[in-house]
């Protein structure tokens, strides 16, 4: 007989993305031909709904590289066709024009091609030369001397995969006591045990326990000198390939990286604050065309050993190669091949690396040629004056790199950089709904349609897209449930944003909306109303030592982000929100007094943590007062004011 539980599952109502990511692309093209003409997009919507081949080749009107002879285009169209081209770019459908498999295949091609291309013999002239030779005297002017002190104070074992502990297990406590997820390569094994194992007792306790264990030492995988290469979503087309690093090369990665971080800080490029500053530099740029922004293809992968020991430091680039290695396993098959990169994404070091080896390029171009201006680098995305480009097109192929010509800008007045598309000086950056199929329950429902319309809402006012809006709010009244109103600083899950309280929709007066009521107490106004909130997940902590050892460095190892919905854990999510917490659990078991009579086993207690799995979403109330059972105060949201 079937157990209860497993009844409600299965008559749970579930819904269908797939059909809304049809119908927002619909009412997208019908909003926007009140602007552009009966025929715009039409066959696109038509192919969308009948041949998903069709629509994924459809071509869009060109709105960036204009001929010569061709009309620039209005500010409002161009966002527009944009839309079109970009709000099902990086969705998935359940039957998209490519498998899983031949996804799957089609970006382990795509990266072998681009390892050939990288591993050529390339011409290395006398320019390229000067301009290595003058890279390599500006990394040292802002990296400095290396300090092996600093990379044992700076490593962390990160909140991220490593071989043999897949993301869904990365706990720190896990790490630490399982043989199976206490992984190295033979060098930064050895500098592990030589440096943080010798002089740290609790880290030395945490080896013994390995060691005590069903596997002793030797049998511990210390030597794996392999990578595996691992698809993540990326766009309908294509994965991301990422090759995470054994658990104590990642330690050491950090170690180092944090060090370049800092370095380039000190340099004036602090990556903590790039992404900002090119956002505000691209905005500038799109109206005076002064400067280029340039995008690199596989830009991490082109990282060779060539390229870092001729520009950086000596002793940099030793203190480097501890993490690289040219063996990667891929497939199900897990088979062996060689790669020419050696710092791929998955590594601690790749992201300040890249920074500091791309910058320091540009800017030896620029001295050689002695032209001025802004020059910045975040990763892979590049900013340097227009009058750089012709010679950095010549410069960037000699070294192994190629440029992403559909997104590298010189001549037209867009410009796109960290996450901003910014043309004439507007902002047109489109909508993406991210994701894939996805068959949710109502209340997950809610949150994916609720982030849809404040991610729609972002781009766009309601005027402007009507229809998809009234669409996305009858789906929301479907569920039979109160439409929810919160402030702006809310998570775009949480319900559908308003900059004032008493602000609905034109048409939408009619519907269900939960109520926001307003109060004036203790001199100042208050606000109580209902929000969807993200419940972070449970699970169960074994061993507390691991969380020890992390307090004592001063780190953490709660997420910050959750995986599928991308969104931030904020202090409207239901709690806890410590790392750690002791939690009662009751337990159903019974057991004879002394005097006969039978008695409940008394409620344990366990530790837990966050865990990592998608959170569940509960309706809660922000109130002036929480009060317990016992009348007494324990907790105050302080709503005082909506923004």
């Not at 071509?59 to 161009?78: D, H, M, N, Q, T």
């Not at 406590?173 to 500098?191: H, I, N, Q, V």
């Not at 781009?459 to 929301?476: A, G, K, N, S, V």
């Not at 409207?572 to 005097?595: A, H």
């Amino acid at each position: 007989m079937e157990s209860k539980s497993k009844k409600r599952k299965d008559h749970v109502i579930k819904y269908d993305t797939d059909k809304v990511a049809t119908n927002i692309y619909c009412c997208l093209a019908r909003d926007f031909r009140a602007s552009e003409g009966a025929d715009f997009v039409r066959d696109a919507e038509v192919a969308l709904t009948t041949d998903i081949t069709t629509f994924r080749q459809i071509k869009y009107p060109e709105r960036v590289k204009l001929k010569p002879w061709e009309p620039a285009i209005s500010v409002g169209r161009f966002k527009r066709i944009a839309q079109m081209e970009s709000v099902l770019k990086k969705y998935r459908f359940a039957k998209d024009i490519w498998t899983d498999d031949e996804l799957e295949k089609l970006t382990f091609d795509k990266y072998f091609k681009s390892q050939e291309r990288i591993s050529m013999h390339k011409p290395y002239g006398k320019p390229a030369h000067m301009v290595t030779a003058r890279a390599r005297k500006i990394a040292r002017r802002i990296l400095g001397s290396y300090s092996a002190e600093d990379t044992l104070k700076y490593a962390k074992f990160g909140k991220k995969s490593s071989i043999g502990c897949p993301l869904a297990k990365s706990y720190i406590d896990l790490k630490l006591t399982t043989p199976e997820a206490f992984t190295g390569s033979t060098e930064c094994s050895r500098w592990f045990f030589e440096n943080c194992v010798s002089n740290d007792p609790l880290m030395r306790a945490f080896v013994e326990n390995l060691c005590s264990g069903s596997k002793p030492f030797d049998e511990l995988n210390l030597k794996h000198e392999s990578l595996n290469l691992i698809n993540v979503p990326k766009t309908w087309k294509v994965h991301r390939t990422i090759t995470p690093l054994t658990l104590l090369s990642l330690f050491y990665s950090y170690g180092v990286g944090e060090q370049v971080t800092r370095k380039l800080k000190d340099a004036g490029l602090d990556i903590s604050r790039l992404q900002q500053r090119h956002r505000k530099l691209v905005r500038r740029y799109s109206s005076s065309r002064t400067h280029a922004t340039v995008d690199l293809s596989a830009a991490s992968d082109s990282l060779t050993k060539v390229n870092l020991n001729r520009i950086l430091p000596r002793e940099w680039y030793r203190a480097l190669r501890p993490t690289f290695t040219h063996q990667v396993v891929y497939g199900d098959e897990e088979v062996e091949a060689y790669t020419e990169s050696v710092l791929p994404m998955g590594n601690g070091l790749t992201f300040p690396v890249e920074t500091l080896i791309f910058y320091c390029i540009i800017k030896a171009i620029g001295e050689l040629l002695g032209v001025e201006g802004v020059y910045s680098v975040y990763g892979d995305d590049i900013i340097y004056p227009s009058r750089v480009h012709r010679y950095a097109m010549w410069i960037f192929p000699q070294l192994g790199l190629e440029m992403n010509a559909d997104k590298t800008f010189v001549e037209a007045k867009f410009r796109e950089s960290c996450g901003a598309d910014f043309y004439r000086g507007q902002d047109v950056r489109p909508f993406f709904l991210r994701g894939g199929h996805q068959m949710l329950t109502a209340s997950r429902y809610s949150a994916f349609l609720y982030k849809t319309i404040n991610g729609l809402l972002r781009r766009w006012t309601f005027e402007e897209i009507p229809q998809t809006i009234r669409y996305l709010m009858i789906e929301l009244a479907m569920l039979q449930k109160p439409i929810l109103r919160v402030p702006s600083l809310f998570p775009d899950t949480a319900g559908i944003k308003f900059s004032d309280p008493g602000d609905k929709f034109p048409g939408t007066e009619l519907l269900d909306w939960s109520p926001i009521r307003c109060l004036f107490a203790n001199g100042s106004r208050w606000f109580e109303f209902t929000f969807l909130a993200e419940s972070p997940r449970r699970r169960t902590v074994k061993d507390a030592r691991p969380y020890y050892w992390l307090a004592l460095q001063g780190l953490d190892d709660t997420p910050k982000k959750n995986n599928f919905w991308d969104t931030d854990y904020s202090v409207y999510s239901i709690p806890p929100q410590q790392p750690l917490q002791w939690e009662r659990v009751k337990v159903n078991r019974f057991y004879t007094d002394k005097d006969g009579k039978k008695r409940r086993v008394k409620p344990k207690r366990i530790l837990t943590t966050t865990s990592r799995e998608s959170p569940a979403f509960k309706l809660r109330k922000v109130e002036h007062q929480t009060l317990d059972k016992r009348g007494k105060l324990i907790k105050q949201d302080l709503i005082s004011d909506w923004i």
